[in-house]
C-alpha cells in the first residue's frame, strides 16, 4: 500500500513555543479536513507537488465512499518551490463519474482559497490556510478529541470509526483485518490493594507498551476501564496470534514499582479476524470479545483466538453503536 507523503495531524507533535528550534516559519500552513462522518475527521497538510484523492487504495488520501472515483480529483500546490509564499493550490477534477464541487459549483479547475468546501461523491472536504499558532492549536484539539488523556492511547471513539474505515477497506480490497482484545486480569485487586492512583501508573506502562511495540500500520485503542484494542491491517489471524503471544509475554515480564514492593502482571488476549460471513464492524468485536472471555474462562494469562462459534455466544457484551459512514 502506498504510503502518502502527507502530514496527519493525528501524529503527536509539541507546541513550537515550546521548543526554540521549532520556530514558525512564516508560511501559512495549508490543510484539508476530510470528514468521515458523523463523529470524526481526517486532517492532511499538503506538502507534496501533487496530491491525489480517490477510493483507490493507491490514493494519497482513500476516500472510503462508494460515490467517489477511485482517483477522483487531484490538489496540485503550485508554488510549493517558493518557502514564504502563502500557498497556491489548485484542485482538478480527473473525470470523475460524480464530479468535483467547490462551494456547491462543479469543477474542473479551480484555485483554493480559505475556507472552500469541497464535495467528492457524498464525502466533504475543507480546505484552510493556517497560521503557525492556529496549526499548532487544531492539532492539540485534535490529538486532545481523539486520545484517552490517561494512558495516550486512542480513544474509544477513534476506534469505532477507525474500524469503520478498515473494515470497508478490507472488504473493497478483499485484504485481512485482525483484533487483539487485551484485558489485565484480576485489575481490581491491584486498584484494591495498592489504590487507584497506582492502578492509573499500572494503565499507563501497559499503555507504553503496546505503543512501543505498536507497528506503524496499527492502532492500540483503550477499550474499556483495563482494556486496551488494537486494530491490525493487513495481518490475518496467525499473524495477529503470534503479535498478540508476544505483547502477553512482554507484559508478564513487566515489574511495576509501588513503593516498597513491585507489581507483576498477566493479561488475557482475544484475537479475531475478519471473516466473509461478518457483516459489520461490530461482528468482528463480537467475535474478538467472544475470545477474551474464553481466554479468562481457560485460566487467564493466554491468547485465545476465535474463528468460529461467536455468531451464538451469549458471554459478549451490547457493542456499542457502529454509524456507518
Request: hydrophobic share 35%; with cysteine; net charge neutral.
Amino acid at each position: 500500500m502506498k504510503i502518502p507523503d502527507t502530514k496527519s495531524l493525528n501524529g503527536a507533535q509539541q507546541p513550537w513555543g515550546l521548543d526554540p528550534t521549532c520556530l514558525p516559519s512564516g508560511r501559512e500552513h495549508a490543510v484539508l479536513v476530510v470528514l468521515d462522518g458523523r463523529r470524526t475527521s481526517r486532517r492532511y497538510e499538503i506538502k507534496q507537488q501533487e496530491l491525489t484523492v480517490g477510493r483507490d487504495d493507491t490514493a494519497d488520501i482513500v476516500l472510503h465512499d462508494a460515490n467517489c472515483s477511485r482517483r477522483h480529483a487531484r490538489f496540485i500546490f503550485t508554488n510549493l518551490s517558493e518557502p514564504v509564499a502563502k500557498p497556491q493550490i489548485a484542485l482538478t477534477d480527473l473525470d470523475s463519474r460524480n464530479g468535483t464541487y467547490v462551494n456547491g459549483v462543479r469543477i474542473s479547475t479551480k484555485e483554493l482559497s480559505n475556507g472552500d468546501k469541497i464535495l467528492l461523491g457524498r464525502t466533504l472536504i475543507g480546505f484552510y490556510l493556517w497560521d503557525e499558532v492556529t496549526f499548532r492549536a487544531e492539532d492539540s484539539l485534535l490529538r486532545s478529541a481523539s486520545t484517552d488523556a490517561l494512558t495516550g492511547l486512542y480513544n474509544r471513539g477513534f476506534f469505532q470509526s477507525t474500524l469503520i474505515r478498515e473494515f470497508h477497506r478490507s472488504r473493497r480490497y478483499q485484504r485481512p483485518l485482525s483484533l487483539v482484545l487485551m484485558d489485565v486480569d484480576n485489575f481490581k485487586g491491584i486498584n484494591d490493594t495498592y489504590g487507584h492512583p497506582i492502578g492509573d501508573k499500572v494503565l499507563i506502562e501497559i499503555s507504553n507498551l503496546l505503543l512501543a511495540n505498536a507497528r506503524g500500520t496499527d492502532f492500540a485503542c483503550r477499550y474499556g476501564g483495563e482494556e486496551a484494542v488494537l486494530i491490525l491491517p493487513e495481518t490475518d489471524l496467525e499473524g495477529a496470534t503470534l503479535y498478540a503471544e508476544r505483547l502477553r509475554e512482554k507484559l508478564k515480564a513487566l515489574a511495576i514499582t509501588a513503593g516498597q514492593r513491585t507489581i507483576h502482571l498477566t493479561a488475557s488476549f482475544g484475537v479475531a479476524q475478519l471473516r466473509d460471513e461478518m457483516k459489520g464492524p461490530e461482528d468482528l468485536v463480537r467475535c474478538v470479545d467472544s475470545a477474551t472471555y474464553h481466554a479468562k474462562k481457560e485460566g487467564r494469562d493466554r491468547v485465545h483466538a476465535q474463528a468460529t462459534g461467536w455468531e451464538d455466544s451469549q458471554h459478549t457484551r451490547p457493542m456499542a453503536s457502529f454509524v456507518d459512514r
